[in-house]
T-cell receptor
């Protein structure tokens, strides 16, 4: 597609429940990035992929967060046993390659943990 | 570790005035981005700055980059209400990881 498609737009979970977010990058883009934006506007990098391979996962809280980008499927970000502080908007971005390229952002998924 | 600082974090200004948002970063980088975010919306790419001295302009917005000073500016000329939004600068790391680090954003409120 011509835009980064994120689903769902809004996800509500009780504490301890699982949450799974999806991202379809722009067709032909090799790189996918996940960011978390919390209430104070701050963006936190979580993880990036080059095609289906993890490129950089230094931002991921590995105990509960996991992500995948499998061929012919949307990428996914999964949070096991959600906590209140996981409430945020999760943005996915894609870019065609590394050098000097803009990252195109999806509309985001707002996760509310109650 | 790359850190990105924006200032001011909040700016309220009158229509027709000029103002500048500053973005400082702590380590060498070869790419700097400016994004706009409207409330509840995603990020819209405004500019990509790739080299020292780069200057780009779009309408009433102009961005520049000084890599020696590790400073970028976003200048607003004769502000109009439609420019009210939050503006983020983001700097790419130069390691293989290629992630971008965001500033905290400047919430710009333009009074009619």
């Amino acid at each position: 597609g011509e835009e980064v498609a994120q689903t769902p737009k809004h996800l509500v979970r009780g504490e301890g429940q699982k949450a799974k977010l999806y991202c379809a990058p722009i067709k032909g883009h090799s790189y996918v990035f996940w960011y978390q934006q919390v209430l104070k506007n701050e963006f936190k990098f979580l993880i990036s992929f080059q095609n289906e391979n993890v490129f950089d996962e230094t931002g991921m809280p590995k105990e509960r967060f996991s992500a995948k980008c499998l061929p012919n499927s949307p990428c996914s970000l999964e949070i096991q046993a959600t906590k209140l502080e996981d409430s945020a908007v999760y943005f996915c971005a894609s870019s065609p390659d590394r050098v000097g390229n803009i990252q195109y952002f999806g509309a985001g998924t707002r996760l509310s943990v109650l | 570790e790359l850190k990105v600082e924006q200032n001011p974090l909040f700016l309220s200004m009158q229509e027709g005035k000029n103002y500048t948002i500053y973005c400082n970063y702590s380590t060498t980088s070869d790419r700097l981005y400016w994004y706009r975010q409207d409330p509840g919306k995603s990020l819209e790419s405004l500019f990509v700055l790739l080299s020292n001295g780069a200057v780009k302009q779009e309408g009433r917005l102009m961005a520049s980059l000084d890599t020696k000073a590790r400073l970028s500016t976003l200048h607003i000329t004769a502000a109009v209400h439609d420019l009210s939004a939050t503006y983020f600068c983001a700097v790419a790391t130069m390691n293989r990881d290629d992630k971008i680090i965001f500033g905290k954003g400047t919430r710009l409120h333009i009074l009619p």
